[in-house]
Every structure is written in structure tokens, then in C-alpha cells.
């Protein structure tokens, strides 16, 4: 059995967890069931679920928020200020979420299941000169977010304005933006930390939710050995990425120390009036959602009382 | 038959239909879809039932191209850049600038191609496009050589040759394109084109006065303007220096303050711009709806390669031909340097059959790591890389290196679009014509190719102040 | 590229075809065009929200994304009708009488059924982004403001009919013309003669200037 799985990009920290279920699913079957993954020769990243749905490769990965109208349900786990503070957190919410009826129902229409997720850390800012660190400061700030953390921002008085990620650092560079909202890895790769002053530790707005899917007949159609084989693979690839990127983050630390780059943190205050602020955004989100016959508020209920569970239990 | 076997076989069939005349982007998506069906039907072993189901796949697959790959910020900048060129034409800047150049410049050897290249080189600061240019030049300056005798087939040549020059000095779409595929700073890789482009625009002109003095009825200089006639001709030309402020000052602000904005604005303010001046130089709806028509058939003409090519690059992706390709140039056991110019020369070739943005568009994420890891990688410091440059250095040389080739790549047969497009806008020159006129400058480009891979700081020095 | 070719016209009935539907393509050959136009006024809108009132237009680059079939796609088939599609012409050049019509139909028909075949293709591929039961019909959504992407996906499949209308309109015009070993046939796109192409050419450029 050969499938094939369509990523974008290149090969990094946010597709090692793919790669490792590739090579264990491959080492389990004793070759007989492969899986080539292919960076962006597939499909364009924001059409892998079209993809899926018509058949043309068997598994993919793509991030709600590119189009949220093909994947509302778990637009859920976007939500800005939600508390995730970490990739352990962020990896018990989406698996909750995933396994929610309302998911796997809205997945079904493009003939997917989620099979995992790619953990994302929070989006926190990059920032020229002074840092902020109280919401009165994000008064008139433009900032490069898109989505759902743009309109958190506007909440609070900031300018969310579109440039493309490629177009980041120029706009960094040139004012056109003050900050710029990324993960880590992203504000290393788009260059965006070299032109920052100060880093907000954090702040945790949010974040992008990016599931990898396969087919559903292509899964149906595994015999019961291989389907084993990469089921059971799941949790070691994702245990994989959380230690691949462990070391990403230990590398950033470095990073933000030789260039002076000053890490803010934000009191417990006005973390709390951040959330005071998202609030009505989450009840917005509720509120539509409902309309268009999502279980929303059980969507979002479960979210919470997962990221209680997971934080109470470390 | 495996995959690989399956994309050189429909590579070859597409080249067939090419060379039998059929129009290059339906051949290329013809190609895609039929290749797509082959080889969605080779995964079900040709069962004669499931024809039905890769069919429908291989369709469904190649219909999400179209709409897929043109809804893009990047590709935007194509279509200001043409209504740029139709609109200066209206503002009269193309004919200031060659008339200029003309006064300035055509008293050497080889006069008028020699301000042709000029010509086109300051052009090239408004537009974004080789294709256009090329068109627009093709107009203007093939009758003006033609009265004095050129070669027609020279003068088109001329003409296709100085087009290139729009996408290596900025603004350029291609280095756009570039920068987004292996995901480096626009505004960076833009600066960094303005200088290689000057140095090509000065090794065309050498080339062109080295052919006028060896052969004999080559092109007379022009001579005879006045020192006054010269001044006059230059405020006419003045305007595109303004524009080209704008959309430098767009990019990075030399006085160390903060640019105006991102590279896709400053094209489209620099078109604004000229559309006022056109306005003011007496352009009015009937003209300004000729320019809007004439943008829309050469974009669409443009456009239409461009997802017909990714069709075909689609199914090139499910054979996976670009991974063997990487396979292959990492197993190599030689100096990175051979191997640099190996793939730079891989790129001459592809370029022969492949049209600019879809040949980038397919190699890069496969080329562009292999060229990194050759230096040591991404994050390697200049001391200890191969080069002689760090990570972010090499990416923009590298990418200034294969613009430089996908250029080249527009004037060299069988389907380089400069050639078809001088051809289309002269009746009278047939693209064979071109093509043959064109030769010349193959030289030239080479020449240039080994003086940036051999003088890196040509093309990294601008980037390093920014 | 206008000019490369001339369409000969009478009071038949395809060459009356030909010309009612060249008045369509023409039109959505402007309407490409003002796309373009627009995206001018966009970049200059949001740059001066920008700098002058910190107010940048929101969901610029996703307006930019729907405009961009609008400009990519309209013009298709007008530049089909004008015989502006770049092509090779180093072996059909040599061709006269039948050969050369049986030929251009041949090519013709290789690109009828591809864009038959793409005409379903971006069909379906605009039917999984619409959905009668959701807002604003819209199952696939822009990544920063959200705007319901099918009207931009609705384009291509419309833009391929007319270009599929026009094809089978060449496709009657080159058939036509080998029955009966017409010489100059209408409705179709010819090649010129180079002198023929050069008067064309300097008629244009005068009318330019
Ligand atoms: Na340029
Ligand atoms: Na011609």
C-alpha cells in the first residue's frame, strides 16, 4: 500500500510529526505500507481538504484558518485568549475537540477524518520600540494578525493590517506594521526577530489549529494490520514533535538573549482584562455558530474543562 | 511502468504538441490532465473499471488549478506592471526614454541598439515584467533601427534581449516569486537585482559595439544632435525617475528612515502615478479603455501559461520527477561549486522547455534546500559555508542566479516568450526571426551568469546595507 | 499580439455568430481590464488609509485574491477568437489549403476537449466551496476577513463556457473550410502574409499615434 500525503512548504518543526508517523508506520509493516509526503507538489495549501474529498492523495495537513467556512467547528480551538500555555495544553484541547461528533461530522463532508494535530504555540508579538505590556498600549498599534486574532486585537484598540507572512519583515522593517503575531518558528524563519525589540512571553493570544486528515475510504480500505500499524503511531509521532520542537524552543531562548531582544511579561492583571476583552468574542462565535446548528457552546464548553484538566494536571 | 517513466513520456508528448503548433498553455494542460489520468490509473494497475474513477479524479484534480494558482498577492503584481507599460506608453515616457537614449547614446558603434538596451533598462525601473517591456520596445524601437538598416532580425533581437532586463532591476514579478517560494525578504532580493541588472544592461552594450565594429553594414551610429537638442530631450524623460523613486522608496529608504510600504504597493502606486501622467499628457476614456483591453488580452495570454504550465507541473508532482531530481544532485561527490553550476545549467536546459515561473515554481522547494545544504545550511555563518556567504547571503545570490537564468530562459527557443511576444506585436518578423536576431546575447548572458557567480559581491553588496 | 491574425467576416450565419459573440468576449475583456484598475485603486486606498488616518483598508490582500480571476480568466476567449494565444508556428506555418484547416481543427479539438474537461474540473472545484445552506452560501472562506470565496471560483467555469463556445464556433469555421477547400474562410483566426501582417500593423500603430 503506497499513500500519498500532502503537506506545504518545506521540511520543519511543524511537519516532523508526519515525517516520524511515515517512517514508524513504514518500520511496523516491514515496507508494505508506505507513505511519501510531499511538500506543496500536491496541492495548494489551502485546497488539501479539497483534495482529500476528491480522492487524489490519501492524507494532508491544513490549518482552520486559512478558510474557516470549510472547517467552522473547529474554528473553536482559534479563539483568542483561550489560556493555552503551551504545546502539551494546546495538544489536549484539539484532541477533545477532534473527537467531538460535531467535528467528525463536519469532516465527513469532505470525506476526511482527523487523524492528529500539529501542535502550534501561542502567536505571541514582535515588537519595535518600547514593548507593551498593558492594554492601553495596544491603543492604535498595527499589527500583522489575521483572522480571528486580528478582531482580538481590534478588540482592544489595535489596527490588524494584511500583508502576506512573506511580506512580514518588510513591513516590519518599513512601519508599515509595529508587530507582527507569529509562532516562533515563523518569526525566526520570516527574519521578523531580527528587526524586533522586545518579545511578549506571555501575552498567549492565540493560536492556528492545524489538523492532519486522511481519506476515509482510503482508511476503510487499510487492512486491519496497517490501520493498527498507523493508528498506534499516532501518539509516538506527536510525542516526537513535542520534543523536536522543545528543542526549537530552547534555540529561540538563545536567540532573543545574543540579540538583546527584551522578553515581556505580562501581570496577571492585565492578562485578565485581555480576557475581559476577548469574551464577547467568544460569545460571538457561540452565538453564530448556534445559528448555523454547530453544538457550539458544547464545543466551547469542552474546550475549557479540558484546558482545566490538562492544566491542573501538570 | 513507474511514475518517473510516465513523466518523461508525457513530457515528451507535450513537447510534441508544441512543436506541432498547438497554442503552449492548452498543450501544457493537456499534458497535465492526460499525465494526471495516467498515472491516477497506473495506482489501480489499468483496471479497465477504475479508467472511470482516475478520470474523474485527474479532472477534479486539474480543476482546482485555474482559479487555484492565479488568486495569489504575489501574481498581482504581473497585470499592475503591464497596465504600467500600456499606461507610460500613453504618458509618452517609453518614447522620451528612447529618444533620450537615442540623443545620448547613439553615436557609438551599433548607435540605436545600444539605446535600445538603455532604453529598456530604464524602462525596466517601471516595469515588472520582461514580456512587457519587450512589447512595449518591440513598438517603438524595431521601426526606429529598421529605418537605418538594421537586420530585422538584430533589431528583434535587440529588443527581446533588453526586455529580460525588467525583472532583475526592480521592480520585478519574478523576483517576487522567488522570494515567496523559499520564503526570503522581498524587499532585499528586489535591491539586489538593481545592480546585476545594470551590470547585464553594460555587458549587451558591449557585446552590440564589439558586432558593429566586426561586421561590415551592421547599423550606422547616429550622430549630429546638439548639446541642446540632448538637454531638451531629457525632461520629457525626468517623470520616470519619480516613479522609480516611489517604488524604491516603497521598498527601502535610503536615508535610513522608514520605507513607504511593501513592494506590492509601490507597484501599484508607481501605476498610479503614471496614470496620472498619462491623464495629464491627454489620455481620456477611449484610450485609457484601449490600455484596460490590452492589459487584460496580455495577462490573460500570460495567465493562461501560467496555470496551463501548473497543470502540467501538478501532474509532475504526483510522478514526483522533482524528487528524483533532488536525489540525484545530493549524491553527487564533487566540489559545490561544479555543482552549483551544474544546477545553474539545469536550469538552461529546463528553461528551454519550460516557461519561467512554472520551471521556479517546480524546482525550487526542491533545488532551493539542496543549494542551501550545499553552503553548509541556512544558518551557517559566512566563515564556515562553502560560498563565502551566510544563509539569508546565499539565498538572495542564489536567487539572483536563477532569475538570471529563468531570463535567459525567455529568449531561448522553443518557447521563450520574449521571442513570441516581439514576434506577435511585429507582424512582419516571424518568431524564427527573433530567435535567430536573439543568438548574440546568449554570449552575453553567459558572460554575465559567470561574472555574478564568480563576483558574488556584485549582487550582495546593496542587500547588506539595507 | 491584437493584429497577429485577421478575421474575415460576411453575412453568414457563423461568421454573424462569430461577431455577436465577440461583442461578448469583448466585454469581459474590459471588465478584466477595469479588474486590473481597480487593484491600482485598492493599493492606493489602503496606503493612504494607512499612512494618513491609521486606518489600512482591512482585507486587502483578500480582495486582491478575488480579483485576481476576474483579470486572469475574463479575457480567455477573446484572445482565443484573435488567435493571441502564443503558439509554435514553425510547422504549421508551412501548411496551406486543407492540411493547414485540418490541422488548426485537430489542435483546435485537443483544446475543445481539455477545456470541456476543465469547464467540470473547476465546476466541481467551485461547488465545494458553495453551499445553499450556509451565510452568504460559502463554504470556503478567505483567510483574513473571512469573504465567501465561490463567486471568484464561479468565474473560471463561466469564463471556460464562453472560451468552449468560442472553440466550437472555430471548430464548425476550420471544418467548414476543409469540405470545401475554402481558401479564406471566415470566423476563423488566419495567419497572415508578412506584408499583409505589416500593413495591419503600421495601421494600428498610426491609429496609436
Ligand atoms: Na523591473
Ligand atoms: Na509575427
Known amino acids: 500500500v503506497e499513500w500519498n500525503a500532502s503537506l506545504w512548504g518545506q521540511r520543519r518543526a511543524f511537519t516532523e510529526h508526519v515525517e516520524k508517523l511515515a517512517e514508524l508506520v513504514e518500520e511496523k509493516t516491514d515496507g508494505e505500507f508506505t507513505i511519501n509526503i510531499s511538500y506543496g507538489g500536491l496541492s495548494k495549501n489551502t485546497e488539501n481538504l479539497d483534495g482529500i474529498s476528491i480522492g487524489a492523495f490519501e492524507m494532508a495537513q491544513f490549518c482552520a484558518g486559512y478558510h474557516r467556512d470549510k472547517n467552522r467547528a473547529i474554528t473553536v480551538l482559534e479563539l483568542p485568549f483561550l489560556g493555552v500555555e503551551n504545546l502539551e495544553q494546546e495538544v489536549a484541547v484539539s484532541n477533545a475537540v477532534y473527537a467531538h461528533p460535531a467535528v467528525a461530522e463536519e469532516m465527513s463532508q469532505w470525506n476526511a477524518k482527523m487523524l492528529m494535530t500539529s501542535p502550534m504555540p501561542q502567536y505571541n508579538l514582535v515588537g519595535t520600540g518600547e514593548p507593551r505590556d498593558e492594554l492601553a498600549d495596544f491603543e492604535g498599534m498595527r499589527v500583522r494578525a489575521t483572522g480571528g486574532l486580528g478582531e482580538a486585537f481590534a478588540a482592544v484598540g489595535g489596527v490588524p493590517t494584511s500583508v502576506t507572512s512573506s511580506e512580514a519583515y518588510q513591513a516590519m522593517e518599513s512601519g508599515v506594521v509595529d508587530t507582527v503575531a507569529f509562532a516562533q518558528h515563523a518569526h525566526l524563519s520570516f527574519g521578523t526577530i531580527n528587526e524586533a525589540d522586545w518579545w511578549t512571553a506571555n501575552l498567549n493570544p492565540g493560536t492556528v489549529n492545524c489538523p492532519v486528515v486522511v481519506n476515509i475510504d482510503a482508511y476503510e480500505s487499510l487492512s486491519d494490520e496497517h490501520r493498527e500499524a498507523l493508528d498506534s503511531s499516532v501518539s509516538e509521532a506527536i510525542d516526537y514533535y513535542l520534543e523536536n520542537y522543545g528543542e526549537l524552543l530552547a534555540r529561540w531562548d538563545q536567540v532573543l538573549e545574543e540579540r538583546g531582544v527584551n522578553k515581556v511579561m505580562i501581570s496577571q492583571d492585565e492578562l485578565a482584562a485581555f480576557r475581559e476583552v476577548a469574551s464577547p468574542i467568544h460569545q460571538e462565535w457561540i452565538d453564530t455558530m448556534s445559528a448555523q446548528g454547530l453544538p457550539a457552546q458544547e464545543l466551547y464548553d469542552l474546550v475549557n474543562s479540558t484546558l482545566e484538566e490538562a492544566k491542573s494536571g501538570s | ?466 | 499580439m491584437a493584429g497577429a491574425a485577421s478575421i474575415l467576416e460576411n453575412d453568414s450565419t457563423i461568421s454573424r455568430l462569430d461577431r455577436s459573440l465577440s461583442v461578448l468576449e469583448r466585454f469581459m475583456s474590459l471588465i478584466a481590464g477595469l479588474g486590473v484598475f481597480s487593484l491600482m485603486l485598492l493599493a492606493v486606498v489602503s496606503v493612504t488609509g494607512r499612512q494618513f488616518f491609521n486606518r489600512p483598508l482591512p482585507g486587502y490582500v483578500d480582495w486582491i485574491e478575488l480579483a485576481m480571476p476576474l483579470i486572469a480568466f475574463m479575457g480567455i476567449s477573446y484572445m482565443q477568437r484573435l488567435g493571441g494565444h502564443i503558439r509554435m508556428d514553425i510547422v504549421i506555418g508551412q501548411l496551406k489549403g486543407r492540411v493547414l484547416w485540418a490541422a488548426e481543427f485537430i489542435t483546435t479539438l485537443a483544446i475543445f476537449l481539455v477545456i470541456v474537461a476543465l469547464i467540470w474540473g473547476s465546476w466541481s472545484h467551485f461547488l465545494r466551496s458553495f453551499d445553499l445552506g450556509s451565510p452568504l452560501w460559502s463554504r470556503d472562506s478567505t483567510i483574513d476577513i473571512g469573504l465567501p470565496i465561490w463567486p471568484a471560483k464561479l468565474i473560471v467555469p463561466v469564463a471556460f463556457f464562453v472560451l468552449s463556445l468560442r472553440l466550437a464556433l472555430q471548430l464548425w469555421g476550420f471544418g467548414r473550410a476543409f469540405l470545401k477547400g475554402d481558401p479564406e474562410p471566415v470566423a476563423v483566426p488566419l495567419i497572415l502574409s508578412a506584408a499583409e501582417q505589416a500593413a495591419l500593423e503600421a495601421r494600428q500603430i498610426e491609429d496609436r499615434d
Open chain 2, 1 to 466: 511502468m513507474d511514475s518517473i517513466e510516465i513523466g518523461l513520456w508525457v513530457t515528451g508528448g507535450l513537447l510534441v504538441l508544441v512543436v506541432l503548433g498547438m497554442r503552449v498553455a492548452f498543450a501544457a494542460a493537456f499534458a497535465g490532465v492526460v499525465g494526471l489520468i495516467w498515472i491516477f490509473w497506473s495506482r489501480k494497475g489499468y483496471d479497465a473499471s477504475e479508467l472511470g474513477w482516475a478520470m474523474t479524479v485527474a479532472i477534479k484534480t486539474a480543476g482546482q488549478v485555474p482559479h487555484g494558482k492565479v488568486a495569489s498577492q504575489a501574481l498581482s503584481l504581473i497585470p499592475t506592471f503591464i497596465l504600467i507599460g500600456y499606461l507610460a506608453y500613453y504618458a509618452g515616457l517609453t518614447k522620451a526614454l528612447f529618444e533620450a537614449a537615442k540623443r545620448w547614446i547613439a553615436w557609438v558603434p551599433g548607435g540605436l541598439a545600444v539605446s535600445t538596451v538603455f532604453a529598456t533598462a530604464g524602462f525596466a525601473a517601471v516595469s515588472g515584467a520582461s514580456v512587457a517591456t519587450a512589447a512595449v520596445f518591440a513598438r517603438i524601437a524595431i521601426p526606429e533601427m529598421l529605418k537605418v538598416g538594421y537586420d530585422r532580425r538584430f533589431a528583434a533581437g535587440v529588443v527581446a534581449a533588453g526586455g529580460t532586463l525588467a525583472s532583475l532591476i526592480p521592480p520585478s514579478a519574478i523576483l517576487v516569486i522567488y522570494a515567496i517560494i523559499v520564503e526570503q525578504d522581498v524587499g532585499k532580493l528586489l535591491l539586489a537585482g538593481f545592480i546585476p541588472g545594470v551590470v547585464s544592461a553594460f555587458i549587451y552594450a558591449g557585446l552590440i559595439i564589439i558586432l558593429a565594429l566586426t561586421i561590415k553594414g551592421f547599423g550606422p551610429p547616429v550622430t549630429g544632435f546638439t548639446w541642446r537638442q540632448r538637454m531638451q530631450s531629457l525632461p520629457p524623460a525626468l517623470p520616470i525617475l519619480a516613479v522609480v523613486v516611489i517604488i524604491i522608496f516603497f521598498v527601502y529608504n535610503p536615508f535610513g528612515g522608514d520605507a513607504w510600504g511593501t513592494p506590492t504597493e509601490g507597484g501599484a502606486v508607481g501605476a498610479f502615478i503614471v496614470f496620472l501622467m498619462a491623464l495629464w499628457h491627454g489620455m481620456r476614456w477611449p484610450e485609457l479603455k484601449d490600455a484596460l483591453i490590452e492589459t487584460a488580452k496580455l495577462s490573460t495570454m500570460i495567465f493562461a501559461i501560467i496555470w496551463g504550465v501548473l497543470i502540467y507541473v501538478r501532474f509532475l508532482g504526483f510522478a514526483d520527477l522533482p524528487g528524483a531530481f533532488a536525489d540525484w544532485i545530493t549524491s553527487l561527490d564533487q566540489a559545490p561549486m561544479l555543482t552549483l553550476i551544474m544546477i545553474l545549467l539545469a536550469y538552461a536546459v529546463l528553461g528551454m522547455f519550460m516557461d519561467a515561473i512554472g520551471m521556479l515554481l517546480l524546482t525550487l522547494p526542491v533545488v532551493f534546500p539542496a543549494v542551501m545544504a550545499l553552503n553548509g545550511g541556512p544558518f551557517v555563518t559566512a566563515e564556515e559555508s562553502a560560498f563565502g556567504m551566510n544563509g539569508t547571503m546565499c539565498a538572495i545570490w542564489f536567487g539572483i542566479l536563477v532569475v538570471k537564468m529563468a531570463e535567459f530562459c525567455l529568449i531561448t527557443p522553443p518557447i521563450g516568450l520574449n521571442c513570441f511576444v516581439v514576434a506577435g506585436v511585429r507582424p512582419d518578423i516571424s518568431v524564427q526571426d527573433v530567435f535567430r536576431g536573439v543568438m548574440p546575447f546568449f554570449l552575453a548572458d553567459a558572460v554575465t551568469i559567470a561574472t555574478l557567480v564568480a563576483f558574488p559581491s556584485i549582487v550582495l553588496w546593496l542587500p547588506s546595507l539595507a
